[in-house]
């Protein structure tokens, strides 16, 4: 009987021309070897993503479905429904979106309107629940392992000062939930993953730890903790890191895989011993927002219709420049996915690979078995690609198998550090790049910054004063120019800035710039070129920022030089 139900979301799944009828005889055979939901298998083996899945199933059975297995609890959702009430009507709460006042329930059958009913008398007014389809067992084994366990930090803090932790269990998986030191690294990540941090730091001092997220590019401190907590947490860190806990005096690398929200996320960890202790740092790798749409980068149009015609070019260079968290890995993935199709080989080379994609060959270098960037796209070229992403753009080797690839007809995408598009010119020729081999083979030169946006909710209007003007490159006969600043309230956690927006410089490459650029033209005559084509510089992208209300003046002055505005 289940397999009957299962069988026609894969022949829906044909018929939407999503999937072939081999893949769905490899899923098939997948099926009756582990047993698990044929959905949940083609998300698996890449043949489809989480949505279509979703969008069939709610066809098929008028409702979603969801996995609870790796889950990190919301404890305000939690709070929300009692025990008694999710074990009586076989529920059990996922997570309160509190921006959009949506509880995700689980649920073993979503159409019981009387559950449904009952609740929704219970809960808050305002709140909507959305349920998602679940096993009954799955939702039983929930209920028993997470309900009566402190799961707000603060609550399981003072469990830990009036109790003892007992060490040898932070590494076992068979109830660990009744372990505090265990659920409090669980509610430090779902925090920071709620707060939207990028990076996470437990920082070891003489007598306490300081937690601090970076949020928007800016770290903050969150919490202090007693120093007395952090050998317990960082065993527990190392344990889920898949670290050697034994090991305190050579630094570590790890990954930690979770799911929250019913989407997975990756941390990757790094353990550095410090005069106080070992210093972790785990940087978030959310993968929803890890790959945006090619229009989502926030380009102006004539910019956006430039980067298309950029990619559409099928052998040469393209670079993306910035310094570190710039945003360079977002735009590269965000390019890879609008090209990824059937037709187009796309293999990967990357220190180490963040965020993994269907179709998409990746490879991670690794230095210990002689696979450093060189190597690698020495042994990629007989594997017959279309597009190479070689990671960063170190040394004269990389760079010198990089420029091979391309003119041997393939598409290579890199990284390097540099100021600006045009600085990546004099860095090539540093690290060796003969001039006459740059010429011709470079498609184009990205270069971009992250500044925050401003909160839509308390910005403040104010006009232009003349500094204000003259950096904005106002004309003295414009008439009065309105400008924002940032002000702070609850949604952006008195911030004034909630969020990042990339500003971008594209240089396309044209034949008067590759004929600078074979003469070893200075980067003043490369700038005069580059823009009797219509080159617009970062500072120039940042002011239609400021102009637009998206940012201010002094965020686009923390990420570029705006001096030169004033001369």
Known sequence: MAEQAKLPLGKLLIQKGVISEDQLRIALIEQKRSNEPLGKLLITLGFVTEATVREALSENLKTQSADLNSLVVDAVALKLIPKEVAKRYRVFPIVYERATDNLILAMSDTSNIVALDQISAMLVKGITIKPLLVNESDIQRAIDQYYGFELSIDGILHEIETGEVNYASLGTTSDEYSQPMVRLIDAILADAVQNGASDLHFEPEQSFLRIRYRIDGILRQIRSLHKSYWPAMAVRLKVMSNMNIAETRAPQDGRISIKFSGRQIDFRASAQPTTHGENFVLRVLDRQKGIVPLDGLGLGENELSLLKLMIARPDGVILVTGPTGSGKTTTLYSILNHINTESVNIMTLE???????????????????????????????????????????????????????????????????????????????????LADIMAGNIIGIIAQRLVRKLCPSCREAHIADDIERRLLGLPDDAGPQTLYRPVGCEHCAHQGYKGRIAIIELLKMTPELDEAVARRASIRELRTVAAASGYHSLVDDGMRRVLEGVTTLEEVGRVVDLTERLG
Request: charged share 20%; hydrophobic share 40%.
């Open 351 to 433: 220190d180490p690979v963040e965020y993994p994609m269907n179709m998409i060959r990746q490879t991670s270098v690794n230095e210990s078995a002689k696979m450093g960037f060189a190597e690698g796209i020495r042994s990629m070229m007989r594997q017959d690609p279309d597009v190479i992403l070689v990671g960063e753009i170190r040394d004269k080797e990389t760079a010198d198998m990089a420029f091979a690839a391309a003119m041997t007809g393939h598409q290579v995408y890199s990284t390097l550090h540099t100021n600006s598009a045009i600085g990546a010119i004099p860095r090539l020729l540093d690290i060796g790049v």
